[in-house]
Nanobody, 125 residues
């Protein structure tokens, strides 16, 4: 298990931007596939994006179709954080966003063994 801490959620108008950050105190994010999921009220938790360091300055990342071109996931190995930059936000992006750690990038919650507490993102129209 990895302790994960999210930050950066909040309220933003449609078309605006937010940046979420996930920290893993005491662990190295380079050892894991790091993902972001979201859960809207009354709905299942769904995949948003994930990233895995593959050595040197190379990373592999994957995105849900609904966020491609708007969201960018990045990893800072020196700071031991994984960020999710969210641009062109729409009301449908409103959800609790969760950071997760696993061993491979898969777009399914079952592939991740550790979860943060979540951070609320609300996009107003």
């Amino acid at each position: 298990q990895v302790h994960l801490e999210e930050s950066g959620g909040g309220l933003v108008q449609a078309g605006g931007s937010l940046r979420l950050s996930c920290a893993a105190p005491g662990r190295s994010v380079t050892n894991y596939a790091m993902g972001w999921f979201r859960q809207a009220p009354g709905k299942e938790r769904v995949f948003v994006a994930a990233i895995r360091w593959t050595g040197g300055r190379t990373y592999y990342a994957d995105y849900a179709d609904s966020v491609k071109g708007r969201f960018t996931i990045s990893q800072d190995n020196a700071k031991n954080t994984v960020d999710l930059q969210m641009n062109s936000l729409i009301p449908e992006d409103t959800a609790v966003y969760y950071c997760a750690a696993g061993y491979t990038i898969v777009p399914d919650t079952a592939g991740y063994h550790s979860w943060g507490q979540g951070t609320q993102v609300t996009v107003s129209s």
